[in-house]
């Protein structure tokens, strides 16, 4: 009964195909997405934190502690559209344009972030 189950060592042999290799422009590819990943993501998590300082509209200290909060959620995000861009100079532009926007307006209205 158990001849019947388990597939033959042959025949799983013979049925592989031989993987391709991979070229430096893919890999190149995918690293520089994981570095927008990882560092731009985090720019852009920063960025929302100070945004998100002069924008909510709570106590002072309740904006910090929600932007802080929210800022993980955006570097997932930021994260994920990086690996999901149509290319990889596209996630790295677009999601350091984002970061910077956001960190222009925290810095071009200060007054805000002086209210209680």
Known sequence: ???????????????????????WGYRGGVALRALA????GYL???????FGTVVLPFARND??????????????????????????????WVLALWAGAMYAVALLFPEAAARP
Do not use: E, H, N, Q
Not at 44 to 50: K, L, N, Q, R, S
């Open 63 to 92: 904006r910090v502690v929600a932007a802080s909060l929210l800022c993980f959620f955006v570097w997932c995000a930021a994260a994920m559209y990086a690996f999901a861009a149509r290319s990889a100079w596209r996630a790295c």
């Open 44 to 50: 852009v998590a920063y960025g929302f934190t100070a």
């Open 37 to 40: 990943a990882t560092v731009i």
């Open 1 to 23: 009964m158990t001849d019947t189950l388990a597939p033959t060592a042959s025949a799983s042999a013979v049925s592989r195909k031989p993987r391709p290799t991979l070229s």
